[in-house]
């Protein structure tokens, strides 16, 4: 290989470059962006237990569409003994997370990804789009 | 008969590929048409409505703008793109088979209100490629939005022109303010009456029926005998849209 010096270093520039958002993350034990949300004070929880939510509020959801729509049920008993009304706009957007630009979408953004959901369901009353 | 290696080989494969294809070929085949078409209930509610022909006061609109309220239809000018779910069309047009050139024209000319029959055999529901479509235990025809591909299959088979197209974003056309009870729909799903289930599973009654001061909307359950609508159906004459095509249409008019 001619130049093998200078190909091996370059190569070895790149990927540290490439990669250098993950080691930045691994060294400083956080990465320079954390989206903040907006939680109301008034509640401990959500539906189910924070973390769940946090990885499963899709599934949940998914599942909610599921019984409403498909099987006609409109409550939602949680682990806890609460039950909900399951409505995306009249129970989660009205209750505890009116602001969906600083609740949902900050997290949304952040990973890229974008939910059909907001296509048909409302988030605010006074909503113009 | 002498078998040689080859022909045993052949003979042993096509008895395998016949034990293995007809299962394969079945289950890609395989349709859940309805294999039985009873009108029957079998849970005891047939949801259905009745109407009261030629009670409806000129320009009155009262359940179709309550209907178009609660459920955030679009307000769009353009005929080909417009979204019903109640409606009026003259009489000579709601039942063509009831013509004669005798009927004096304030007849033919008569409002009657026109919406999904929630049919007891539907034919969208038949015809419905992801089962976007399909009818409720309590009789209602139902939509799940979510999974319409808006192929159009159930608008061709409905004969009653019940159903109408996203052809755009509703959003823009749907008047101000918009109800969050209610999702409004998106581009490329099939819309139509859904008989309020939404209304139903919180124990009010249909927003038309709700909004009708004139007594001429009545609805309940067919198959209770003590019912409003079980009464007037069995004790009076009422008519049905082209109930010659054995769709069995749940919406009654009272002539």
Redesign the interface.
């Known amino acids: 290989m001619y130049d093998a010096g200078k190909i091996v270093a370059g190569v070895a520039i790149f990927l540290i470059m490439v990669t250098f958002p993950i080691w930045y993350v691994t060294a400083t034990g956080q990465s320079s962006y954390v989206p903040q949300l907006e939680i109301d004070p008034g509640e401990e929880q959500c539906v189910e237990a924070t973390d769940y939510m946090k990885k499963n509020h899709m599934i949940l959801l998914d599942d909610w569409?599921t019984m409403v729509?498909?099987d006609?049920i409109?409550t939602y008993a949680a682990s806890d003994g609460k039950t909900y009304n399951i409505?995306l706009?009249?129970t989660c957007?009205?209750s505890c997370h009116p602001n969906k630009l600083e609740f949902c979408d900050s997290c949304h953004t952040y990973v890229g990804t974008s939910p059909?959901c907001w296509?048909?369901?409302?988030?605010?009353?006074?909503?113009?789009? | 008969m002498k078998v040689n290696r080859r022909g045993f080989l052949k003979i042993t494969g096509l008895v395998v590929a016949g034990i293995a294809i007809p299962p394969v070929f079945k289950s890609f085949a395989r349709t859940e048409a309805s294999t039985s078409l009873t009108t029957q209930s079998q849970s005891g509610t047939n949801l259905a409505m009745v109407i009261r022909l030629g009670i409806c006061p000129d320009g009155c609109t009262d359940c179709i703008d309550a209907c178009n309220k609660v459920h955030n239809i679009p307000d769009i000018d353009n005929t080909n793109h417009e979204i019903k779910w109640i409606w009026t069309e003259h009489y000579e047009n709601v039942f063509p088979e009831q013509q004669s050139k005798y009927i004096d024209h304030s007849l033919v000319e008569l409002p009657a209100l026109v919406l999904c029959n929630h049919c007891d055999n539907p034919p969208c529901t038949q015809v419905c490629p992801v089962k976007a479509t399909w009818k409720?235990e309590d009789g209602i025809v139902?939509m799940?939005?979510?999974r319409c591909i808006g192929c159009r299959f159930c608008m061709a088979a409905c004969p009653y022109g019940s159903r109408s197209f996203n052809w755009g974003?509703p959003?823009?056309f749907v008047k101000?303010?918009?109800d969050?009870?209610y999702?409004?729909?998106?581009?490329g799903v099939v819309e139509k009456c859904n008989f309020c289930?939404e209304r139903l599973?919180?124990g009010l009654i249909p927003a038309c029926v709700e909004a009708c001061s004139y007594g001429a909307l009545f609805f309940g359950n067919l198959e209770d005998k003590d019912s409003e609508v079980r009464k007037l159906v069995s004790t009076n004459y009422t008519i049905r849209r082209h109930s010659n095509q054995g769709t069995h249409p749940k919406v009654y008019y009272l002539i």
């Open positions: 569409k729509v498909r006609g409109s409505s706009s009249g957007l009205s059909p296509s048909c369901h409302t988030w605010s009353i006074n909503e113009s789009q | 409720r139902m799940d939005y979510h974003d959003r823009p101000e303010p918009v969050p009870n999702p409004t729909r998106t581009k289930e599973r919180d």
